[in-house]
């Protein structure tokens, strides 16, 4: 009999794993590349989802399960609706708050989730991207003439979304990468307590180069924020530190 409902058990872990694995794929490769799942609050969503459909779901057919049993099918077909129910759930949950554009605004790079934002009302073709894509870097410009801006935060204080959220806004970040880097943190606020001097200090020892090389650049997500590290020469991200941008003294930047 034991051994019955461990067969039964493993067979269902294995099927439940394998579909968790698929979706776990797209999740992490396609629309919460790191570093953004700790930052978005998706290890909170997965870890239940992964406790209802790797754990619970397989444990209640080892529980259930006797080959003889009349009502087995039924009792099976319960068990794996409310898996899928749960994957169902869990991934509309998580697609509505994957980030579909990291937007640079002001000074600190902002995860835009999907739910928040209408790709189709973008200026730039290049930003009417598909909400299944991957996040898309942008950069949201300031509108220039005074007319445009006083319209702009009319409509802010009215309830409508910030700059960041409206794709008509959005700006290739190439274009303005310079512009952007000249405003990181500097090497003495990072270094303000031996604690943060001590995360500098690795993450410098693990990608080489000084501190002068890099810009630290604030990234607000929804869980926590970090500073999100660029490579002054490439333009390009090499990592983050776990340091709170707003917990530094003489926040602002250096241009």
Not at 104 to 116: K, T
Request: hydrophobic share 45%; with cysteine.
């Amino acid at each position: 009999m034991i051994q019955e409902k461990l067969k039964a058990a493993s067979i269902h872990l294995a099927i439940s794993a394998f579909i968790i694995a698929c979706f776990l794929s797209i999740v992490l490769l396609v629309w919460y590349p790191a570093p953004f799942p700790e930052l978005s609050g998706l290890n909170h969503i997965l870890a239940i989802l992964i406790g209802v459909d790797l754990v619970l779901g397989p444990l209640l057919t080892f529980i259930i399960f006797k080959k003889q049993k009349p009502s087995l099918k039924f009792d099976l077909s319960v068990i794996a609706s409310v898996q899928l129910a749960a994957l169902i759930y869990g991934a509309f949950s998580i697609f509505q708050g994957h980030p579909a554009y990291i937007v640079y605004a002001v000074d600190r790079f902002e995860l835009v989730p999907a739910q928040d934002v209408a790709p189709e009302k973008a200026k730039y073709d290049e930003f009417k991207i598909s909400k299944l894509g991957f996040p898309k870097l942008a950069y949201a410009k300031k509108p220039e003439d005074s007319e445009t801006r006083n319209k702009l935060l009319f409509e802010v204080l009215s309830g409508q979304p910030d700059i960041e959220r409206r794709p008509e806004y959005y700006e290739p970040f190439d274009k303005f990468a310079a512009e952007a880097m000249r405003k990181g943190l500097t090497q003495q606020q990072l270094g303000s307590t031996p604690e943060n001097r001590q995360k500098l200090e690795a993450f410098l020892e693990k990608h080489g180069k000084t501190a002068a090389d890099y810009a630290f650049l604030p990234l607000v997500g929804k869980e926590k924020d970090v500073l999100w590290v660029w490579d002054k020469a490439s333009t390009q991200p090499v990592g983050t530190l776990d340091i709170d941008p707003w917990h530094l003294p003489k926040i602002a930047t250096n241009g």
